[in-house]
């Protein structure tokens, strides 16, 4: 039996009822900072996609940005990074484009994983649930479970991920339920029931939340926040 298509995104008025209800502490900043609206219907390939969150791991967005124009350029289609075109792309060419080894052993295992049929294709992707897209992805070299959540919440609009393992999803439930200390991955996953079935926008509240409570000075950089 084919699993029917998930539709991408949620109906961003109904979460934010159901947030404020079940959470009065979130509901005051989510009302501070106001709505939250996303589009959830850009195409995009999971290769492509995946081959960039590769390449931006461990850097500015500036030097990551450059490097993967400059791959792009190696590739056969103009802008898009494709299994083929890494295929065909040699180490020397991908080093000179500014990719290092351990990217370019990533890129190579993507686009294997690819031809294996282990990453979906973008119609297989549209059908899969959210663990099942985990567990496939997370068998490409260089992608972990982080960056499928990220995929899933940004790319594709899931409704109901909750990433407990990145610092500023943690900092935001510590600001608003002002803990003592920094909630443990599993005791934030406990937590976030509260916040099921919409815990993506409840994430990204948490995000700017962050932001909020912490404005950066104008004399300072601004640092890079968990997701743009």
């Known amino acids: 039996m084919v699993n029917p298509v998930i539709p991408r995104g949620f109906d961003f008025g109904v979460a934010h009822a159901h947030l404020s209800k079940r959470d009065k502490k979130l509901a005051k900043w989510m009302q501070r900072i106001g709505p939250i609206e996303r589009d959830f219907t850009v195409r995009f390939d999971p290769v492509d996609a995946l081959a960039r969150a590769i390449l931006y791991q461990q850097l500015s967005g500036k030097a990551a940005a450059t490097i993967v124009g400059r791959i792009e350029k190696l590739m056969p289609r103009a802008g898009k990074i494709t299994a083929k075109g890494i295929d065909a792309a040699s180490d020397e060419a991908l080093r000179a484009a500014g990719a290092s080894r351990n990217k370019i052993a990533a890129l190579r295992d993507l686009a294997a994983k690819s031809r294996e049929g282990i990453v979906p294709t973008p119609a297989q992707l549209a059908r899969m649930p959210d663990q099942d897209l985990i567990d496939h992805l997370t068998q490409v070299r260089g992608i972990g479970r982080w960056t499928v959540e990220m995929l899933l919440m940004f790319r594709l609009g899931r409704p109901d991920v909750l990433p407990v393992h990145d610092l500023g999803i943690r900092k935001g439930a510590q600001i608003v339920h002002r803990f003592d200390d920094l909630p443990a991955p599993l005791a934030l996953q406990e937590f976030g029931e509260r916040w099921v079935p919409f815990r993506t ?15 950066p000075k104008n004399d300072a950089k601004t640092a890079r926040r968990s997701q743009d």
């Open 201 to 215: 926008l409840a994430s990204f509240y948490l995000w700017k939340i962050v932001e909020a409570a912490n404005p």
